[in-house]
């Protein structure tokens, strides 16, 4: 089954130890995103990557880093989380630059910095 | 950048009602996508959906490109269908959301 995977699902942690949320999709896509959605605020871009090594900033970087060294990986790293980065987290991919064609999300990362 | 709206921002109805929904944005587009997040906060596609009209099952979209708009409809609505509904842009790298609009359906 076509699909984006993210774990974990739920995270509960603390403020300071970092931590490492995965993304994978099975369907060869060359574009994937992170997004974390706050209430009032809505789903904002925090990075995203259109290919392998590539990865550029979105709108809320600051606090994240990722990754890009395989096509079907984009890992979300946390390296000093604080409790403002409490949020819903999702990952997503689409082929080619996502210009034209449709995205598709994963099931989301709640997490939760106390 | 693009600015997305969605209306209207709440929405509740009875079992079995129709509805639309409507997207509006503010600059020409490549993609747009209308998505479903349940009770359980996951996003499921909709419908991507630039321009014309789709349908899947009781629900359908419309985008008329040229007037920078879409159209959400549901109808015969089940509380299955409670939720909040995104509308999204691609702009710039990145899906541009729209604030959406909270469904409720009551039995």
């Known amino acids: 089954e076509a699909q984006v995977t993210q774990n974990p699902r739920y995270l509960i942690t603390v403020t300071g130890k970092k931590l490492t949320v995965t993304c994978s999709q099975n369907?060869?896509?060359?574009?994937m995103s992170w997004y974390r959605q706050d209430p009032g605020l809505g789903l904002r871009q925090i990075y995203y990557?259109?290919?392998?090594?590539?990865?550029d900033k979105g709108d809320v970087p600051e606090g994240y880093k990722v990754s890009r060294k395989e096509k079907r990986n984009f890992p979300l790293i946390l390296e000093s989380p604080s409790p403002n980065q409490t949020s819903l987290y999702f990952c997503?991919?689409?082929?080619?630059?996502?210009?034209?064609?449709?995205?598709?999300f994963g099931p989301g990362t709640r997490l939760t910095v106390l | 950048g693009i600015q997305v709206e969605q209306s209207p921002p709440d929405l509740i109805l009875q079992e079995g009602a129709n509805s639309t929904l409507r997207c509006n944005f503010s600059d020409s587009v490549n993609n747009l996508q209308w998505f479903h997040q349940n009770p359980w906060g996951q996003l499921i596609n909709l419908f991507y959906i630039p321009s014309g009209t789709k349908q899947n099952g009781r629900l359908s979209a419309t985008t008329v490109a040229t007037e920078r708009y879409s159209l959400l409809y549901i109808s015969s609505s089940q509380t299955t269908d409670s939720g909040v509904y995104f509308c999204a842009v691609h702009s710039w790298g990145k899906l541009q959301f729209g604030a959406g609009t909270q469904v409720v359906v009551t039995p």
């Open positions: 369907m060869n896509h060359e574009y």
């Open positions: 990557s259109m290919n392998v090594e590539v990865t």
């Open positions: 997503a991919s689409s082929s080619r630059t996502g210009d034209y064609n449709e995205q598709f």
